[in-house]
């Protein structure tokens, strides 16, 4: 059974960085799409960044040039380092791993989440 398990998440200013790390359970990182995606209270979850098993990345708009991720395949671990944070960077942050190398067919698990709050 596949189990996420996200870290990293906390407070802080506008301009700071974080790092969000997901670690994988029952299931191989580096063969599979994995993504980090995002929740603020009252809005829709959106995709945020993902990566699929050939390295290839996409990211949001609204997080280009600010958010890498990444994999440490030694580790089955997935990143979101996160710099030059908004404000409305702020929201609950979500791993998803999905059961294709490509990123097209959706994400099957989820981890429970970290906050990510930024203040102005």
């Known amino acids: 059974q596949v189990h996420l398990v996200e870290s990293g998440g906390g407070s802080v200013q506008a301009g700071g960085s974080l790092r969000l790390s997901c670690a994988a359970s029952?299931?191989?990182?580096?063969?599979?799409?994995m993504g980090w995606f995002r929740q603020a209270p009252g809005k829709e979850r959106e995709e945020v960044a993902t990566?699929?098993?050939?390295?290839?990345?996409s990211y949001a708009s609204s997080v280009e040039g600010r958010f890498t991720i990444s994999k440490d395949n030694a580790k089955n671990t997935l990143y979101l380092q996160m710099n030059s944070l908004k404000p409305e960077d702020t929201a609950m942050y979500y791993c998803?791993?999905?059961?294709?190398?490509?990123?097209?067919?959706?994400?099957?698990?989820w981890g429970q989440g970290t906050q990510v709050t930024v203040s102005s």
């Open positions: 998803a791993a999905s059961t294709y190398a490509a990123c097209s067919q959706g994400f099957r698990t």
């Open positions: 029952g299931y191989t990182a580096t063969n599979y799409c």
């Open positions: 990566i699929d098993r050939y390295t290839t990345t």
